[in-house]
Every structure is written in structure tokens, then in C-alpha cells.
């Protein structure tokens, strides 16, 4: 059943993520690529995010990535009685001053824009051999 539910709410979750995108997520990650602490706040977010889903939702390794991506931020923006639009007016262009919810909901429109989400993080390290 979880095939055929996700199968009809994936686009809708994808249509929400592009309308995010539209509304927050180009111009904070577009300012993020100029703005080091700000990219760095967008990369430490995402890694939050990415636990949350992967470890701390059940069932989350069948769910398409799209919807508990949308969930998650749809979540967190209802919760905070706002949306993406804003958002993106409270920050005007002053991206380097973004408050903990826009830089999440950036952190979401990263990881919705990267497929592979879901792997594993590459060590910056390789382990040491066990030998």
C-alpha cells in the first residue's frame, strides 16, 4: 500500500518542494554560495535534517524522498504559522542574518535538489584499516 500512496503523493510533494524553491530556496542558496557562514549553517542543517528523517521516522527507508522532505518543512512552516514567501520578505537581503527557520527550510530546498540525500555521507577521513 505504501507503493501505491507514495506513487500518488510524490509529485504533489515534488510540486510543493519546486514551489518552495521558487518562493525561498533559489535565492537563499544562490546567497549561500557567496556567503560562507551562511553555507555553512545550509550544510550543518541539511546533515540535522537528514538524521531526522533517516533515523527518526519510521518506515522513512520506503517513503519516496520528496515527501518526507515536504513533510518535514510543511511541518515545520505550519508549525511556525508562515510559508516559504515569507520567509524570503523577512530576510529581504540580509541572507547573512537568516534566523534558525529560514536557514532549515534552505537546508530542505539543498538536500531536495540532491538525489542522493540519502546515502550515507562521504567520511572527510578514511577509517583506519582494521588490520
Not at 510540486?15 to 555553512?40: E, H, I, N
Not at 518535514?72 to 537568516?98: E, I
Amino acid at each position: 500500500m505504501a507503493g501505491l500512496f507514495d506513487h500518488l503523493t510524490e509529485p504533489r510533494a515534488q510540486r510543493w518542494l519546486a514551489r518552495l524553491m521558487d518562493q525561498v530556496g533559489g535565492a537563499g542558496l544562490a546567497a549561500a554560495a557567496s556567503v560562507p557562514a551562511l553555507l555553512a549553517a545550509v550544510d550543518q542543517h541539511a546533515a540535522g535534517v537528514r538524521d531526522i528523517l533517516l533515523l527518526g521516522v519510521e518506515g522513512s527507508a520506503t517513503a519516496a524522498g520528496a515527501v518526507l522532505l515536504a513533510g518535514y518543512a510543511k511541518g515545520l512552516l505550519d508549525q511556525a504559522g508562515t510559508d516559504g514567501g515569507r520567509l524570503r520578505a523577512a530576510v529581504g537581503d540580509g541572507w547573512h542574518r537568516a534566523d534558525w527557520l529560514t536557514v532549515r527550510v534552505l537546508a530542505v530546498c539543498a538536500l531536495s535538489r540532491d538525489d542522493d540525500w540519502r546515502l550515507p555521507p562521504t567520511p572527510l577521513h578514511p577509517a583506519p584499516d582494521a588490520a
